[in-house]
């Protein structure tokens, strides 16, 4: 299995980026995706995760309302659009696949409950 993310950026504070990630799998409509990222010395944290039909969506708290996860089955495609982008969103985000269901929100923000990982794209936020 591949993912394959892009649409990273430099965008100034205020603005907007919205991320892709391509799976090569054609069960990706039977995968759950998360997105995570990880700034310059600090550990990988939990963006957003979306269940298999696209109805269980979780956030982390420090981009709830701001961000959206979606995906496209027919396009093997999980999006992650991004709004009031802030200088601390800045990191590479990374998408991932869970072979199975939805994850509830404890679970969801596991990378060890993630089974691969795409190659990452870096966002830049500038103030």
């Known amino acids: 299995v591949q993912l394959q993310a892009s649409g990273g950026g430099l965008v100034q504070a205020g603005g907007s980026l919205r991320l892709s990630c391509v799976a090569s799998?054609?069960?990706?409509?039977?995968?759950?995706m998360g997105w995570f990222r990880q700034a310059r010395g600090k550990e990988r944290e939990f963006v957003a995760h979306?269940?298999?039909?696209?109805?269980?969506?979780w956030y982390a708290d420090s981009v709830k309302g701001r961000f959206t996860i979606s995906r496209d089955n027919r396009k093997n495609t999980v999006y992650l659009q991004m709004n009031s982008l802030k200088p601390e969103d800045t990191a590479v985000y990374y998408c991932?696949?869970?072979?199975?269901?939805?994850?509830?929100?404890?679970?969801?923000?596991?990378?060890?409950?993630?089974?691969?990982w795409g190659q990452g794209t870096q966002v830049t936020v500038s103030s």
């Open positions: 979306i269940g298999q039909s696209g109805g269980a969506k």
């Open positions: 991932s696949s869970h072979p199975g269901g939805w994850l509830i929100y404890s679970a969801a923000r596991d990378a060890g409950m993630y089974e691969y």
């Open positions: 799998e054609r069960t990706f409509s039977m995968e759950s």
